[in-house]
């Protein structure tokens, strides 16, 4: 048994940085913690195994291009510093990321020890390519019910847990507070009441939209809000058996419902039916649209310099729901996963809870100079300090994550319906088809990518 000092950073709970030396029995648990040394009121101390027992190992990252993986990086230099092990990151863009993860599984490449990856990719990765983590989460003791779990669906298969939940996102819906106080009106609580509401606001504003919607097809983005009516309405993707089923009347009522706002009520923008996320995101912030729904890291664009609306003028919300329905909110997570074919698997895994852990989270949404409001920790989302920084918005994504129950499937066919899917909900919005025939002949090619296996 040996005492090993490890010196950290941590972080107080008003933010401030302190530097301490922890000991620790090397008998006892994987990490260390600050907080318990220092007998003090402390949140949990960046964890990393006593003793360098990774010294002089390196790992590669494969990472898309976003703000949280910048502040990782930036992070990855104290843990080398508490480590000795070197952390390399390679960004690739979002675009182009789906494309090289298969290529490095087709090649079993072993040039990236750590890759992140998107929901949707995930399942043909877990055959070939990223291994559980199962015992390496038991080992260390990572608490995986601090996790919400929508996210752990991202990362959890038959097969055993295949990464950590890393950048996952919650959609909510934002709204110009200033032009539904202007109405008189409250923020809309069902599908419903947007429609009444966006046409209350546009018929009193003749240059602003009621709302802002992806109805583009490109990369699936004009489901990412159908699944909320889609699931609302008391459908879903496949059954039990994992046989498709929405082209079902809770189908056809959540698509006609969904497409209203452009065919019907005719309150979205110009050029709406070709719409992707950035498109929409750019019209509600330029002040052309009285509602947006989705995801929560747009609360960045009110810094940005093109942006038209002023931070008082905006609030967010809870994604509308059903009468007499609970709300739901379809979440895009990412994980860290491990690479099959990594000789570092334990610097690796050292690596990934590090940077996963509630403290690191904790200190980049608390650090004034970064700006990334993701947080996949429940103690995150509905931490006082992190809710004071962003007017709330953790804690009523947290609210929205209590109640949600459904999420995409977690198979490798999946991608191939969201292609057929994506296009027959763009053809019921650009008027080509009516809903009941572009939903079923899209579940017939659903039923055959299943058949196929």
């Known amino acids: 048994m040996h005492n090993m000092p490890v010196c ?28 318990s040394i220092l007998g ?29 993986f910048a502040a990782h990086e930036r992070h990855s230099k104290t843990f080398t510093e508490l480590t000795g092990i070197k952390v390399n990151y390679i960004y690739v863009p979002f675009v182009a990321l789906r494309e090289r993860l298969t290529a490095e599984m087709v090649g079993g490449s072993a040039d990236f020890d750590i890759v992140t990856a998107m929901d949707v990719w995930i399942p043909p990765l877990t055959d070939s390519y990223l291994q ?38 919650v959609q909510l819906l934002w709204y110009r507070k200033d032009l539904f106080e202007k109405a ?64 079902s009347e809770a189908g056809y009522r959540a698509t006609d419902d969904f497409t209203s706002y452009i065919l019907k009520d005719r309150i979205v923008p110009a050029g709406a039916a070709s719409f992707n996320e950035a498109d929409s995101t750019t019209n509600f912030f330029q002040g052309k649209a009285a509602m947006l729904p989705v995801w929560w890291h747009v609360y960045n664009r009110l810094a940005l310099p093109d942006t038209q609306v002023k931070r008082e003028q905006v609030g967010f919300k809870v994604l509308p729901h059903y009468e007499g329905k609970g709300a739901t909110t379809y979440t895009n997570a990412w994980i860290y996963g491990i690479n099959k074919a990594t000789k570092n698997r334990d610097a690796a895994m050292e690596f990934m809870q590090y940077i996963c852990g509630a403290d690191v989270e904790r200190e980049i949404l608390l650090n004034p100079n970064e700006h990334d409001v993701v947080c996949v920790h429940w103690q995150n989302l509905r931490d006082p300090e992190v809710n004071a920084r962003f007017d709330g918005m953790h804690a009523i994504a947290a609210k929205a994550l209590e109640t949600t129950t459904n999420s995409i499937p977690n198979i490798p066919q999946f991608l191939g319906i969201v292609d057929v899917l994506s296009a027959a909900v763009s053809e019921v ?16 090619q659903a039923e055959r990518i299943m058949r196929r296996g």
């Open 40 to 68: 003090v009121n402390l949140r949990p101390a960046f964890a990393v195994t006593p003793g360098k027992p990774f010294d002089g190992q390196e790992i590669n990252v494969l990472s898309v291009q976003a703000s949280q």
């Open 429 to 444: 919005a650009t008027g080509a088809k009516e809903i009941k025939p572009a939903l079923d002949e899209a579940q017939q």
């Open 8 to 35: 950290a950073r941590v972080t107080d709970q008003g933010g401030n940085q302190m530097s301490v030396t922890r000991r620790r029995l090397l008998g006892g648990a994987a990490t260390v913690s600050a907080a």
């Open 184 to 247: 008189g009106l409250q923020p809309p609580e069902t599908w419903e009441e947007v429609g009444t509401s966006g046409k209350a606001i546009q018929d009193q504003n003749s240059d602003v939209a009621g709302i802002t919607i992806p109805y583009g097809q490109k990369d699936g983005q004009n489901l990412m809000v159908w699944y909320n009516f889609l699931w609302g309405a008391g459908g879903d993707l496949l059954d039990k058996d994992l046989k498709p089923v929405f082209a």
């Open 132 to 169: 559980p983590i199962d015992d390496l989460v038991s080992a260390r003791g990572i608490d995986m019910a601090d996790y919400p779990e929508p996210f752990m669906n991202a990362a959890r298969f038959p097969g055993g847990i295949y990464g950590l939940p890393v950048r996952c996102h």
